[in-house]
């Protein structure tokens, strides 16, 4: 692909919703939730043959920063940008994006997730490459994702007319940005067969995404103008430390891309893309065994277990079920959680309480 | 009471049915389920006031007598009558007989269970009194339970004409000892009202019962007179050694009580025993709270639980539910059993596939 094509991997996320396995200290991303790979590690890897290391970017918090590169320890130091605390998605791609052009004034730069699953990274790449394209004729592009059924834990992107066929994938204008929606809401739109999921992915040149931040958030561009003068001299860390901690934590869906000038969006189908959102997530993405069970455990003994999950982390436990149905539970060690599928969503309970109650040693 | 009177606790069970809290090391009498005390602590203590230690005796495995006469150091130790090896109820009870008989040969002997949870303890002394009454009129005395469900998980007493009443009780004769019977069997027995469940709890007099064994099991008659006249001398342990491995295990209640003269049956009713013999028999056992869930563990979250157990043994380990209904979930560190409630007599079949693959450790 062109030398000025980058990818920028957002790596900063806390994930909570796998708990009690994705812990403060170690998000979801850096988990190996399928296979041997973590999440980071196969989003880097994804792009393997499309873009060499030099090209791919980490966009992280400070404290997870040590962590991912020792994951991925082809990735070159300095591509790893980091955000001395959250400030939201607007504002670390707009950070990635300055320091992008400062690099490269005609950078091409996609925005990808780190802690989402994949199905199939061959057809990910020939999105991407078609995306590129897009791109190319000055489009915002959002990687959508074809809905399958009317998911409540998603947001949606209203497509409206076609642009066109690139690379073969039907390319739409991207007409609203919706958020999460009710049931029936979500039903709706699956009829109506204009919305794709929001995956949360962009493609754009560097140039054309900045003209957006500048006239949609101009204090944000300023503050990040301000920075990207400091970037790379030794005042960085001074004016990265000053200027960020005052930023307004926004998100790029409702800071640039709602109201931004032609926005596309690819509905993708096929990728078999999943955000790994909750425990009931891992139905939709992992093969069952005959009895629909994930069993992912070194020492089980299974009677009349079906369409359950066993996720262990522990290696000197037995762990034995019997005459269980629809269940989840992770076993860390520290922590056991037995929680019913239709019930993953609930996790974020049992974390509240954990707040409430100040066991912060199993955030 | 009268100083002929003797309590006998069978405590040598191995009890399965609650692994993997209970163990092969760690049987069901020696554990605190109720309480602060163990099953077998209770079993004693609710024989305070009505005989002192000194005529408590207790009839075990060698392996379990050092950890029994730990719980219960107020019990003589030669009160203490220990089996090399188990071989049926029959012949664990005949050798406390025997040795008691040598003792006191006007020994009016109960013989009581150590694993079995009893509600009401002065209610079952005052059972206790009136069946010694009983038995004093030369009967082999069962303590039946009045059944309050068609179990299929104890045996069956069928009452015949009524003896009379003694202490307030109605005795009745015993006609037919009956086997763990099916469902509609079961039903049955109870819609007739003449059947009560079979407790294992006994009591006659030593010489009555003796002459039982002469004339219905001969062969054990005589093992146990020869080990009689070794009892207490030097050649005790040499004699049981030979003589005790050749014993035929039998249980009592078709070795002796099936076609013993004079049976009688006390059908207790109100004692609120409980054999506790699989896990969901804790139910019917221990008062829930008003989601309906026993639990018993040192640090728990509790979202949308009900009707569950809960039972950890270590308190370093927080245990999370999540919307889950009708399970039993134990927890012994090594250990972790997550069971349907409906399932819980089916924990014997991971017990099953523990010998098969000689993971001993977890027996």
């Known amino acids: 692909m062109s030398e000025h094509y980058y990818a920028v991997i957002m ?3 806390g994930g909570t919703r796998l708990w009690p ?8 991303q850096m988990l ?12 880097v890897h994804r792009l393997n043959g499309l873009l060499p290391p030099e ?3 980490v966009v992280t918090a400070a404290d997870q920063a040590p962590e991912l590169r020792a994951q991925c320890p082809e990735l070159p130091a300095e591509n790893f940008v980091l955000e001395p605390m959250p400030r939201g998605t607007a504002s670390a791609i707009g950070l990635t994006a300055v320091v992008l052009q400062k690099r490269d004034p005609q ?3 996609s925005v990808l997730t780190a802690d989402h699953f994949i199905a199939d990274p061959e057809l990910f790449q020939r999105i991407l490459v078609a995306a590129r394209d897009v ?5 915002l592009v959002t990687l959508g994702i074809h809905p399958t059924y009317p998911a409540t834990g998603y947001g949606y992107i209203q497509q409206g007319e076609k642009i066109g066929l690139y690379g073969g994938f039907g390319v739409y204008k991207a007409l609203r940005f919706r958020e999460k929606p009710d049931l029936e809401t979500a039903e709706q739109m699956l ?5 794709a999921w929001n995956s949360g992915m962009f493609m754009w040149r560097v140039e054309r995404v900045m003209a957006e931040f500048q006239r949609q958030m101009p204090e944000l561009f300023a503050a990040l103008t301000e920075i990207a003068s400091a970037w790379g001299t030794a005042a960085q860390d001074q004016v990265v430390g000053r200027i960020w901690p005052e930023i307004k934590p926004q998100t790029i869906d409702y800071g640039i891309m709602e109201n931004a000038q032609k926005v596309a969006v690819i509905p993708a189908e096929g990728l078999g893309w999943n955000d790994v959102g909750s425990w009931d997530s891992f139905f939709d993405m992992l093969p069952t065994d005959e009895d629909g069970n994930i069993l992912h455990c070194d020492q089980h003994i299974n009677l009349d277990t079906s369409d359950s999950m066993v996720y262990a982390d522990c290696d000197d436990r037995l762990i034995v079920t019997i ?7 992770v076993d860390t060690g520290d922590v056991l959680m037995v929680c019913s599928k239709d019930h993953a969503q609930d996790v974020r309970k049992a974390i509240n309480h954990l707040k409430e109650n100040e066991q912060t040693e199993y955030l």
């Open 107 to 109: 950078a091409v730069m």
């Open 32 to 43: 190996q939730l399928v296979g041997k790979e973590t999440l980071f590690q196969a989003a």
């Open 135 to 139: 791109a190319m004729d000055d489009y």
């Open 21 to 28: 396995l994705s812990r403060q200290a170690r998000p979801k």
């Open 191 to 195: 009829k109506t067969e204009d919305h």
């Open 323 to 329: 005459g269980v149905k629809d269940l989840v539970i």
């Open 55 to 57: 090209r791919i970017l």
């Open 11 to 13: 790596a900063g996320g």
